[in-house]
Nanobody
Framework: QVQLVESGGGLVQAGASLRLSCSASGRTVSSVSLGWFRQAPGKEREFVSAVSWNGGVTHYADSVKGRFTISRDNDKNIVFLQMNSLNAEDTAVYYC?????????????????WGQGTQVTVSS
């Protein structure tokens, strides 16, 4: 079992930055990949970014590449999503997820554990 709790969301203006955090707990946290997904109102959940079990491999959606950076601290069991140059299209509930596929994956169904989500709202 892996438990995930997100934090760091909020309301910001376009062009601003936010850093999301996801605290993970459970026996196998250091062996799972961690990812971020988001869901905007009326839209499907979409992949944002993922990081492998050791932080050595990262994946990004094209829409966030160059603006968002994912990282993890396995000593503290935390994964971060640094989000820069935010725009209104980034407004969504952001979810942290854990997958047994250690190298990371963009595929939502391959994530077994999910957090409750944190709201990010970007005003234009």
């Amino acid at each position: 079992q892996v438990q995930l709790v997100e934090s760091g969301g909020g309301l910001v203006q376009a062009g601003a930055s936010l850093r999301l955090s996801c605290s993970a707990s459970g026996r196998t946290v250091s062996s799972v990949s961690l990812g971020w997904f988001r869901q905007a109102p009326g839209k499907e959940r979409e992949f944002v970014s993922a990081v492998s079990w050791n932080g050595g491999v990262t994946h990004y959606a094209d829409s966030v590449k160059g603006r968002f950076t994912i990282s993890r601290d396995n000593d503290k069991n935390i994964v971060f999503l640094q989000m820069n140059s935010l725009n209104a299209e980034d407004t969504a509930v952001y979810y942290c997820a854990a997958s047994g596929y250690g190298l990371g994956t963009r595929n939502g169904p391959e994530y077994e554990y999910w957090g409750q989500g944190t709201q990010v709202t970007v005003s234009s």
